[in-house]
């Protein structure tokens, strides 16, 4: 009987979750290795709004903040240099593709779909956030 040999995926990139969850059963934290892990921080810059972080004041989008303006195609175009630059500055892990943001003006809604792949992978990988404003 011919044993086949188990291939072992290289862990480049390991993050905690943000909620520090355990694994079930035992005592140590989960991780987000990879993909996961970039596709986590890359969620949590965006959705950071400037001066949110305490000793790091100029992180951040300030996507939420853009739900309560009017939205024309400047805000938009706004929205994105932010978003690509903060991801350039902060996330050197992603190599960002594309970055598209499209809105409802009249429920005061935020699509953002980033295009990116993550450094030592070459497939592209997709990430949508959808933001509305609750009144």
Do not use: W
């Amino acid at each position: 009987m011919a044993l086949t040999p188990r291939s072992k995926q290289v862990e480049f990139f390991s993050d905690f979750g943000a909620n520090l969850e355990q694994i079930p059963g035992r005592a140590d934290l989960s991780r987000r290795v990879n993909e996961q892990a970039v596709r986590e921080s890359i969620k949590n810059l965006v959705l950071t709004d400037r001066g949110e972080r305490l000793f790091q004041p100029d992180i951040g989008c300030n996507i939420r903040g853009s739900l309560f303006e009017n939205i024309d195609q400047n805000t938009i175009l706004i929205l994105k240099e932010n978003i690509k630059s903060t991801l350039k500055t902060y996330e050197p892990r992603c190599d960002v593709k594309d970055v598209i943001v499209n809105a409802n003006i009249d429920r005061h809604e935020i699509f953002v779909k980033i295009i990116f792949s993550v450094i030592n992978s070459g497939k592209d990988s997709v990430l949508t956030i959808d933001l509305s404003r609750i009144r």
